[in-house]
């Protein structure tokens, strides 16, 4: 079971969508992406940019799995594709200081755009909603040669294909990559950076300049 920050009832309001079947709203967000070529970088932001409080709101609304218990006001979100190789470097990504970022509190939010199979490894994951579950799929099973994530593809049910399409009309309006982080930092402001950065120092400022989550217990 994945983790969800707050109640999301009100997302579609906020992103300003008119109440459409799911399967059009998912297939139209598919399409989007296609089309736009979004998505595929090899190349990383030089900096991290700012983005408004209500995309912060948005982003907390979303479903995702935690790296850490009992963080109930996560700093920081990351977006993958569970097919995603710059998404499994991250994970895998040994920091400068000796821990893995893998470790890090995080909340780790699922998008589908890369291979067919995306979408029923995102359910999967939404469903085992575990920090090991994202260790099976982006960690030693993960098959870079043809990006495959290592988790096995589940058939969605309709809630997972909901909180599925909103996290992924979410990620469309923040930028559309993979890795993608959206944080807070000490000072309120809310930052974006896209990519993977190629210097892990960078992951460091990153994690340096968000605010330590607040522990206290889920409520998915």
């Not at 890090?104 to 029923?120: C, E, F, I, Q, R």
């Not at 490894?121 to 575990?130: E, F």
Request: charged share 20%.
């Amino acid at each position: 079971m994945g983790t969800r920050t707050r109640g999301k009832q009100s997302i579609k309001d906020w992103l300003g969508m008119r109440a459409v079947p799911l399967h059009r709203m998912v297939g139209c967000i598919l399409l989007l992406s296609a089309l736009t070529g979004l998505s595929h970088p090899a190349w990383a932001d030089p900096m991290p940019w700012p983005v408004s409080q209500q995309q912060w709101r948005w982003t907390r609304m979303l479903r995702g799995i935690a790296t850490q218990s009992g963080m109930t006001v996560p700093s920081l979100y990351i977006f993958f594709d569970p097919n995603c190789p710059w998404c499994s470097q991250l994970w895998q990504t040994r920091l400068p200081d000796g821990r893995f970022f893998k470790d890090m509190p995080a909340v780790w939010v699922p998008v589908t755009y890369l291979k067919n199979d995306s979408l029923g490894k995102a359910a999967a994951l939404l469903r085992q909603g575990s920090k090991a579950a994202l260790e099976r799929d982006l960690g030693a099973a993960y098959n870079p040669e043809h990006r495959s994530g290592g988790i096995e593809a589940i058939e969605p049910n309709q809630a997972e294909l909901s909180d599925l399409g909103h996290s992924k009309a979410v990620w469309l309006q923040l930028g559309g990559a993979t890795p993608m982080f959206v944080y807070r930092s000490s000072s309120g402001q809310v930052l974006r950076y896209l990519g993977l950065p190629k210097d892990p120092a960078m992951l460091m400022d990153i994690l340096r300049s968000a605010v330590p989550p607040r522990l206290e217990t889920y409520r998915p």
